[in-house]
């Protein structure tokens, strides 16, 4: 069971909840509890005043209450009549500002999609609205009803009937979303198991375009374990439920003989409701709505049955070397259900094939290997299939075309703070994201805030607010960020989660925020903004790998499925024949090769962890959030029992506190939470202080006008912008009512003066275009023209050489070859070439052009005959730039190994002798007289130029070795 984050007291407890006040609640009002929309408007604003009013509210059925312009939503935990109608839809649309109604999620969607309408230039139009909350305060159903009303609001124009199919393929987009990220927990019965960020597009006619979808974080863990009394994905019930009369064809038994369902016997029970069937054809209708092909809503449903049936896979062995303990039957069908040999897949869960030294070795896994083998698959098949499903769904409802004119409104549902019992990696991650947003959210609130006035001169008296940076550093920081500390273990071949626990210790242990254990326990505290958790390092490394076995991925591409090759990097050309074809020996040499190509792709790929993977995420979610106008929807769970008309008070002043809500209180009732800037005022406002027909100045002294017209008090003019309360926004547009033909007015001269300079602009791009297109064809003709004249004469020049001239070349070539090297290269072509002939080469040839030497013998860069491997493992103890040359075993001439970049990445170039007896980089044109020159240039001069360093530092011998001596050249 989850805990409580936070483990400061409240006096909230004490609350006589439902008795009248003694203190002023409103504007010059002495109103009862419940009765303030807007809880800035409490002059006497403490932690208590606070929750009365959420309590009474709450109490009365009210769940949303404003906080200046955040919005506050408590789970009622049962419907409410009328809440969601299409009434309410049409009452919450075009607000003038947000005190024209009682708050509603409604109307934070209707402000986002007014700014973005109104807004002056699209640089300044993106929105986006954060949902947080604890599990199961109701995130998931908050962001699909803002969603929703933001699709009903665009609906209101003229749209065509490709634009409305559009519209309901992202309605659609909730049950499927759902059906595969989502699962019954104990504190949520449709917990969101990823976290999501939607964003709707729109085009310059506020028209959505389409919608894109990122998946963050899926717990695919819970596919094959899940807490007592929860449930698995919800995917796999409505799977069973619509299966029902098909069981035979995707070979399925009785759901409680399936391993990864059977730990929850009333969900089993509850598949063959009425609710689970309905849900599935819904779901199905989702599949076909959105635009899936037949043939891969098929394939998904067998990679689904394959998943279970792998799950029921067992293993005997113990620590001896694992085998199947399954009947053959039950591996067939896993075999059947992917589409792969039954052997090969029997084989790759119980062993792994390793190359050492070019020769492939069979390492045998004991039981609790092949165990974690096979649940490794089940896990990425679902991940992958998860994450193919949101690629296809974008690419089915992304924009149909590129186009860089567009605004957007973002939608984040992201997983809840968590900390429970045990808390491990995955927690650490959620827990991350988590404290980036709260670090938003102070940076949009308060230190912006702060910045802003001082930025404008504006005046505000000193305001306190907690900040998170110190604790984001520690975590994501570089080389000793913790994650960081983790991904470097990771690297490390036999890196352990106990050392990489110490490296926790020695660098993060000073740190405020970090607490190391008493004892060798193997976990660390970090005193998060929402309290301290305690993290079990055991299973870090291996979840921030998240590897599966090279077989298994070849096996899978094996796969005579078109879908399942491609979630695992084959190719359509690639993929397995027919199981009934083809003799055992033939399945073989295919396993073998797709072995061979999977090690081949892995050593080309550079592989993020899954801890670097999302750190880059949610910093590509950061910048995109912090390029928007933000919304903020605070999510409150009222009691740990999902019951209706139970408030808990100790519960929700822990999520006020550790969300910011009590000092958001504080700071959006002393600061200025609008600030539009002079034009964008004086655009929207000139009409309450000056003609219609007027275009007044975007200056300090014309807003002056405009607000002292309105009658506005306590608003500050800064350089550049307009300080107002989040009050005035309703008053000035209670100022603009009596002005419905100006604003007509303004709106058609609006769209004159649009229209005009749209024409103006084709006009002068035109005449622009025509001046390139004669440029660019005068350029085509001079250029053909200076050809023609050289390849004249050019053959002039050919007419006048000599019938013999190229022979007579290669002759001269021929006779500066060294007649040694001659000999040497004439018997390699017969024979091959071996390391003794290579070190003949070089003593015969190579030495006595000082190839490698010095004036004290050998330099200290040239190693002699030396593998790759042993380059790699020299270079890799030393700084990027680092270099060494070898003898090449497989031909006559040498490789250059160069350190390139952090993180291990090292490149081997081939150094070519060429006849006349002058020295190449293959790939280059530079030709070098000697080997050392070669060397010495690109000291200073990059071999490639997008390498980030030249050659820096020479390799030296590792300590007490001598390559050289070993190579048999001393």
């Known amino acids: 069971m989850p805990k409580s984050p936070d483990s400061r007291k409240t006096s909230s407890e004490s609350l006589n909840i439902g008795a009248p006040t003694n203190f002023k609640r409103g504007i010059g009002d002495q109103s009862q509890p419940g009765q303030t929309n807007n809880l800035t408007d409490l002059e006497n604003l403490t932690e208590d005043t606070l929750l009365l009013e959420l309590t009474v509210r709450y109490k009365d059925d009210v769940i949303y209450t404003y906080v200046g312009d955040i919005l506050c939503a408590i789970n009622p935990f049962k419907t409410i009549p009328d809440l969601y109608s299409n009434a309410k839809a049409k009452l919450y649309s075009g607000l003038t500002s947000l005190a024209d109604h009682p708050p509603h999620i409604f109307a934070s969607a209707d402000a986002a999609f007014t700014n973005m309408v109104s807004a002056s230039s699209a640089a300044n139009a993106n929105q986006v609205c954060v949902i947080s909350g604890e599990s199961g305060a109701g995130k998931t159903e908050s962001a699909k009803l803002f969603i929703k009303h933001i699709i009903s609001l665009s609906n209101k124009t003229v749209r065509s009937g490709d634009e409305k199919a559009l519209e309901d393929k992202i309605v659609d987009l909730n049950p499927l979303m759902e059906g595969f990220g989502n699962a019954q927990t104990l504190m949520n019965d449709n917990s969101s198991r990823f976290g999501k960020f939607i964003e709707l597009r729109f085009n310059s006619e506020r028209t959505i375009t389409g919608a894109i979808v990122r998946e963050y974080l899926l717990e695919k863990s819970r596919v094959i374990q899940q807490t007592e009394g929860e449930q698995n994905f919800h995917v796999f019930y409505l799977f069973f439920a619509g299966m029902a009369a098909h069981k035979e064809d995707f070979g399925l038994a009785d759901p409680m003989e399936h391993r990864i369902l059977n730990n929850n016997e009333q969900a089993v029970d509850n598949i063959e409701s009425k609710k689970i069937k309905d849900m599935w054809e819904e779901f199905v209708g989702c599949f076909k709505e959105v635009g899936f092909e037949a043939e891969d809503i098929q ?15 067992e ?37 792994l094939t390793m190359t050492t030294r070019g020769e492939s070795v069979t390492k045998q896994y004991n039981q609790i290997e092949a165990e974690d083998c096979r649940d490794a698959l089940a896990k990425t098949v679902y991940n992958r299939m998860f994450s193919w499903i949101v690629k296809s769904c974008n690419s089915l409802l992304g924009p149909k075309t590129k186009s860089f004119d567009y605004t957007t409104i973002g939608i984040l549902d992201i997983f809840g703070f968590e900390v429970f019992d045990e808390n491990s990696f995955e927690q650490l991650l959620i827990n991350l994201a988590n404290e980036q947003l709260q670090y938003f959210f102070n940076n949009h609130i308060f230190s912006l805030e702060l910045a802003e006035y001082a930025k404008e001169g504006i005046e505000a008296s000193a305001i306190e607010f907690s900040d998170n940076q110190d604790l984001l550093n520690m975590l994501l920081g570089k080389p000793i960020g913790l994650l960081a500390l983790c991904d470097e273990e990771a690297r490390v071949p036999r890196g352990t989660d106990k050392s990489m626990l110490e490296k926790f210790h020695h660098n993060l242990e000073s740190r405020e925020s970090y607490t190391r254990p008493k004892g060798d326990a193997d976990n660390f505290t970090i005193a998060h903004y929402a309290g301290k958790v305690t993290y079990n390092s055991i299973g870090f490394l291996d979840k921030n790998r998240d590897t599966v076995a090279i077989d298994l991925i070849a096996v899978m591409r094996l796969s005579t499925r078109a879908l399942v090759v491609d979630l695992f990097g084959g190719s359509a050309d690639k993929k397995g024949k027919s199981r009934k074809g083809g003799g055992r020996n033939d399945r073989k040499k295919e396993l073998r090769q797709s072995v061979k190509r999977v090690k081949k792709d892995m050593d080309k790929e550079n592989r993020l962890t899954v801890g670097a993977s999302f750190k880059f995420s949610l910093a590509e979610l950061m910048e995109e959030m912090n390029r928007a106008q933000p919304h903020f929807i605070r999510c409150i769970k009222p009691n740990l029992e999902k019951k209706p008309d139970l408030f808990k008070l100790e519960m929700v002043t822990k999520q006020l506190r550790y969300t910011g809500m009590l000092e958001t209180t504080r700071i959006r009732k002393e600061g200025y939470s609008h600030r539009p800037v002079f034009k964008d005022f004086i655009d929207r406002f000139k009409a309450i202080a000056f003609p219609l027909n007027s275009n007044p100045a975007a200056n300090a002294q014309n807003c002056i006008a405009i607000l002292s017209r309105a009658k506005l008090e306590d608003w500050q003019v800064g350089k550049t912008k307009v300080f107002l309360r989040y009050y005035h926004m309703g008053q000035l547009g209670e100022a603009l009512r009596p002005y419905p033909t100006a604003a007509a007015q303004i709106q058609a001269a609006v769209r004159y003066f649009t229209a005009k300079s749209t024409f103006n602009a084709l006009k002068e791009q035109k005449a622009k275009q025509d001046a390139a297109i004669n440029k660019f064809f005068t350029a085509i003709t001079k250029g053909i023209n200076a050809k023609v004249a050289v390849l004249e004469v050019l053959a002039e020049e050919d007419a006048m050489r000599p019938p013999n001239f190229f022979e007579e070349k290669k002759k001269q070539v021929k006779i500066q070859q060294d007649p040694t090297m001659k000999k040497m290269q004439k ?14 080469w070089f003593k015969e040839v190579e030495m006595k052009k000082g190839a490698g030497q010095d004036d004290d013998g050998f330099e200290i860069w040239f190693h002699g005959i030396i593998t790759r491997n042993e380059a790699n493992d020299l270079l890799l103890t030393k700084e990027p730039g680092a270099f060494l040359v070898r003898v090449s075993e497989s031909r006559f001439g040498y490789s250059l190994s160069h350190y390139v970049t952090e993180g291990g990445r090292i490149k081997h170039y081939m150094l070519d002798v060429l006849p006349d007896g002058q020295y190449q980089v293959v790939g280059n044109k530079k030709l070098f007289p000697s080997l050392n020159e070669l060397v010495r240039y690109h000291r200073t001069h990059k071999i490639v130029a997008t390498d980030p360093v030249p050659l820096i530092e020479p390799c030296g011998q590792a300590d007490g070795e001598d390559n050289l001596q070993q190579s048999g050249l001393r």
């Open 299 to 313: 394939t998904i449903y067998h990679m689904l049955a394959g998943i279970c049936h792998l799950g029921d896979v």
């Open 315 to 351: 293993f005997g062995g113990n620590q001896d070397p694992a085998y199947v303990v399954s009947t053959e039957d039950v591996l067939r069908k896993v075999a059947d259900q992917f589409g792969v040999d039954i052997e090969a897949l029997q084989n790759a869960l119980v062993s």
């Open 827 to 840: 018997q390699a072509n017969k024979k091959g070439i071996s390391r003794a002939q290579s070190v003949k």
